[in-house]
């Protein structure tokens, strides 16, 4: 069966790994929401699987694609941010760098560099997932646990103070919270947020109002797009993707720490000299947290991130003990996608960049602008467009002051205490 069963595993690490790509590549359409659909389909999938494989091996099988699907996801979130100014949740913050590298003429750069970040950081997780399941396995996850709500205002902590003069810290501590308050109001179920197509998320206009919406209108005054260089010889070393595996073991296992967060704690302690080492720095943390993910699930038998959540249900416990068979087969299905993700990068930013050639960014960046409304719009309706509008206001603070956008990742971070408190 071990050939068989690697086979399968394979086909649909491979299957996960189209879906990833495209939740990746598409503004507003996270990988949670694949997962979700997974979860409805379940039977039909299961019944479609069991045609070719036993039954004892479907759950696996269909919870090796979804977790693909997260992993190459979180490898091409990256260029939306770039391109066209809507950015992923774990994205957020290298959308300036990103950006200001496609206006130098360098955006091939900065895909390359994410690419080589989230390679870096999926490898190194995969490879330090059996010696922390066994760790935590042997009590850690206890003591884990009961630091949580510490760990959260820690990072709160350095966002804040990371920054420069007391003005600048005041600044960082009004922005925090004022970006705090909005993600709260985000969070009340009560907000509506449907769209044409059902419930949407606010969180995708939130976040592309803060960080996506203000250097798009910035850089709408420019006279036109350089010309894309792409140098074959990759940007950045390993050294930022492995500078973030740590933060991503840590958002991988706290609950409500998202990628954003720890990308916001290790910009606070760890100041990278370039564009390109904060960017592969932020793609190693977001990689690492979806395949840690795994981990905590393995230990605790719950889901802390929307896919992990939806393997749960699928697995029922069939991940949980120490080096299951289930949990190493969903490994070798992440070292797959792993590789197919780097791939599938480097071919999207080669195309969406020789596209960028010769247009007018005045029109193209407002045609992004249009296309982030609309997106707003579709998905979640009319308040999802105000709060989109609201958060560009906000957004545009930091850039008139000229100081750091990372204390607008209050809006992720806030509603983590508030609710660890309460």
């Not at 759950?59 to 091409?76: E, G, K, M, Q, T």
């Not at 140098?231 to 595996?245: A, F, H, N, Q, Y």
């Not at 929307?306 to 949980?320: D, R, Y």
């Not at 969406?352 to 602008?369: E, F, H, V, Y």
Request: hydrophobic share 50%.
């Amino acid at each position: 069966m071990g050939t068989d069963v690697l086979l399968l595993v394979s086909l649909m690490s491979m299957a996960g790994a189209l879906m990833g790509a495209v939740t990746g590549l598409v503004p507003g359409i996270h990988v949670n929401t694949l997962a979700a659909l997974m979860l409805v389909s379940y039977p039909s999938v299961s019944s479609f699987v069991s045609g070719f494989a036993e039954p004892e091996t479907v759950p696996i099988l269909v919870s090796a694609c979804i977790v693909s699907a997260s992993v190459v996801h979180s490898f091409l979130d990256f260029i939306p941010s770039v391109f066209i100014g809507a950015p992923d949740p774990d994205e957020a913050l290298t959308m300036l760098p990103g950006h200001r590298l496609l206006m130098e003429g360098r955006g091939m750069e900065a895909v390359r560099a994410a690419a080589v970040g989230s390679a870096v950081g999926s490898f190194s997780a995969v490879i330090l997932s059996v010696p922390v399941q066994y760790i935590m396995l042997k009590g850690a996850a206890a003591i884990m646990d009961d630091l949580t709500l510490a760990v959260v205002v820690f990072v709160s902590a350095v966002v804040i103070f990371s920054a420069k003069g007391f003005r600048g810290r005041l600044l960082a501590a009004v922005l925090f919270a004022a970006s705090g308050i909005m993600g709260l109001v985000c969070a009340i179920p009560e907000m509506p947020s449907s769209g044409i197509f059902g419930e949407g998320t606010l969180l995708f206009p939130l976040l592309t109002g803060l960080f996506g919406v203000p250097p798009l209108l910035a850089s709408a005054r420019s006279g036109s797009f350089p010309e894309q260089r792409d140098r074959p010889k990759s940007p950045v070393g390993p050294l930022p993707g492995l500078k973030g595996v740590l933060t991503g073991c840590i958002a991988g296992w706290f609950p409500g720490i998202t990628a954003t967060a720890g990308a916001a704690l290790s910009a606070g302690v760890s100041r990278e000299d370039s564009p390109e080492n904060f960017i592969s720095l932020v793609a190693s943390i977001g990689t690492v947290t979806s395949v840690f993910s795994l981990v905590t699930l393995s230990v605790t038998g719950s889901g802390r991130s929307g896919t992990s959540a939806v393997v749960k249900e699928i697995m029922q416990g069939g991940l949980e003990g120490f080096c299951s068979g289930g949990f190493m087969l969903i490994l070798v299905a992440v070292c797959l996608a792993s590789a197919l993700g780097y791939a599938m990068t480097i071919a999207a930013g080669r195309g969406i960049s020789k596209l960028t050639m010769g247009l007018d960014p005045r029109k193209t960046n407002m045609g992004a602008l249009i296309l982030i409304s609309s997106l707003a719009l579709i998905m979640t309706g009319t308040c999802g467009l105000a709060v989109l509008a609201t958060a560009a206001l906000l957004g545009l603070v930091p850039q008139s002051e000229g100081s750091g956008r990372i204390p607008l990742t209050g809006c992720l971070i806030v509603p983590v205490i508030i609710g660890a408190l309460f």
